[in-house]
Nanobody, 124 residues
């Protein structure tokens, strides 16, 4: 089972930026799509963004389009989430996840592998 470690969260004012990182264990990182999710207090975890195994295809939830950018470095087994123009409603714990399937798909199937998450707090 893959181990995922998120980092890069913090406290930022509205309009600011943060870059999250997620380091994955193992030698098969480049074979899987990766995704970012978030969970705000009192709410269910929601999908934020995903990136294909090779990095050529990305997809975002509507609320972050144009503000967030997902990328990956397969040589470093790491996926990133650049977050710009942050809003208070972006406040949440952010998690990365590996797709449960090897290869390219037009959707994302969450696996059971979750990291500890990283807290992002945006003040108004």
């Amino acid at each position: 089972q893959v181990q995922l470690v998120e980092s890069g969260g913090g406290l930022v004012q509205a309009g600011g930026s943060l870059r999250l990182s997620c380091a994955a264990s193992g030698r098969t990182f480049s074979s899987y799509a990766m995704g970012w999710f978030r969970q705000a207090p009192g709410k269910e975890r929601e999908f934020v963004a995903r990136i294909s195994s090779g990095g050529g295809s990305t997809y975002y939830t509507d609320s972050v389009k144009g503000r967030f950018a997902i990328s990956r470095d397969n040589a470093k087994n790491t996926v990133y989430l650049q977050m710009n123009s942050l809003k208070p409603e972006d406040t949440a714990v952010y998690y990365c996840n590996r797709d449960s399937r090897v290869g390219y798909y037009s959707d994302f199937h969450e696996s059971d592998s979750w990291g500890q998450g990283t807290q992002v707090t945006v003040s108004s």
